[in-house]
C-alpha cells in the first residue's frame, strides 16, 4: 500500500484516487473548493460518473479514500502527489496553467520529505520542466523531489473502466528511478507501460486526442459530401472500419465533439505550433469542420421552417456532449441552443443528468421533465445527444404531442425509413438528405 496525495477532484481527480484507493492504497484527495470537499465528506458526489458514487462510497468506507482542503493533511505521510487540475482554454487557445502553478507551489511550501510529483493533467509540452522549476524555487528549503508525467486517457462515461483496463499508462521523467515507482504504482491494472522522457510523454496526450478529433470531423466531412452524393454515411463509415488499417471506433458522423478536452486540447496543440513557427493547417481544419457540424443543424432547422426560426418552437433532445456524463463543456446542445436563439426561436431541451448545469448556462433555455414533455407543440425536434433512452422512445406518441412532425436526428439514432413511414419530415447526417427516399 501506498500514500497517494491528488490535488483536485474533477473528473480526472476523482476518478484517479477513488480508482488507487480501490487497487488498495492509502490516498487523500485535495481541493481548494470547501464545498467541493464538503459535499464528498457528506457522501455526495459532485460529478456524475457512472460508478463513481458508488466506488468512492466503498472505499471510504474501507477507510482507504479521504477528503481535505489542507496540503498540510494530504502531504503528511504521501510518498506520490498527482496534480489533477484543470487547464482550460486561456487567451489564444493557450492552455491555462493557473491551478497548475497553484498545485506546484502549495506542493513546494508544504512538503517536509522527498515526494514525487506526478503531472496528471493535460498541460502543453514542457510543462513537466516548468513544474520542477516552481518547486525548486518556492521550497522553503531543499528538499528531494522528482516530476514524472502520466497523462490520463480517460473518457468522462466509461472513466472507471478506461482507468481499470487501460490501453496503456505512459510515463515520462528524466528521473529513471522515479519514473519506475510510479510504474509500480500501475502494475495492478496489467496495461503495456511506456517509459519516455518528460515532453514526449506529455506530446502523447495531445497527439492522441488531436488524432481522435481529426477523425470526428473526416466523418463528419464525409457526412456533408454523402448528403449531396446521397449515399449513407453509416454504411460508408461501417465499410470503412472493417479495414484493420482504419478500424471502427469515432466514426459517427453526428454534431461534432465537445467535451473537457478535445476542444481544448485541439486549440492548445495549434497554439503550441504556431509559437514554434509551424503552420498546423489540418488542426485547423479539424476545427473549422467542428464549428461546421453545429451550423448544419441550425441551417438544416431553419431550412425545414420555411427560411426563418424566428417563434418557432425547438426541442433539443440532449443538452450534455455526449451520453454518461453531465459535463456540458463545449457541448453542441449549449452553441446550438444559443446560435437558434439569436435568430429568435424558443428553444426547450432536456436531459437525463445534465438538467441543473444546462439551466444556470442558459436561463432562457426551458428545461421539460421528459422527452414527451420536451415534444408537447414544437415545430422542431433535434437529436443532440445519443442517450440510449432516446433510442426506445414512443416515437408515434413524439409526433402526436408536436405542432409539426420535423425530426433532425443529429446522431443518425433513427432508422429513416421507420421514421418516414410515422409520417415525420426526417433529416439525418450524411444519409443522402432525401434523395434515397427516406426524407420526403
Sequence with gaps: MKNIAVAGTGYVGLVTGTCFANLGNKITCIDISEEKIAMLKRGETPIYEPGLSELI?????AGRLHFTTSY?????????????????????????????????????????????VVNK???PVGTGDWVADIISRKQPKPI???VVSCPEFLKEGSAIADFMAADRVVLGSLNPEAAEKVAQLHLPLRAPILVTDLRTAEMIKYASNAFLATRISFINEIATICEK????VREVAAGMGYDKRIGPHFLNAGLGYGGSCFPKDVKALEHMALVQGSHPSL????????RDARRWAVITLRNLMGGKLEDKRIGLLGLAF????????????????HLLQIEGAQVSGYDPVAMVHAGKMNPRLRLAEDPYELAQGVDALLVVTEWDEFKHLDMRRIKEGMAQPVLVDGRNIYNPEQMAALGFTYRAVGRGNGTNGYNE
Design 57 to 61: 462510497q466503498r472505499n471510504v468506507k
Design 72 to 116: 498540510d493533511n494530504a502531504l503528511a505521510d504521501a510518498d506520490f502527489v498527482f496534480i489533477c487540475v484543470g487547464t482550460p482554454s486561456g487567451v489564444d487557445g493557450e492552455a491555462d496553467l493557473r491551478y497548475v502553478r497553484m498545485a506546484a507551489e502549495s506542493i513546494a511550501e508544504t512538503m517536509d520529505h522527498p515526494l514525487i
Design 121 to 123: 493533467s493535460t498541460v
Design 144 to 146: 528531494d523531489f522528482a
Design 229 to 232: 452524393l446521397g449515399a449513407d
Design 283 to 290: 488542426l485547423r481544419a479539424v476545427m473549422e469542420i467542428n
Design 322 to 337: 455526449k451520453p454518461n456524463t453531465d459535463d456540458l463543456r463545449e457541448a453542441p446542445a449549449m452553441e446550438i441552443a
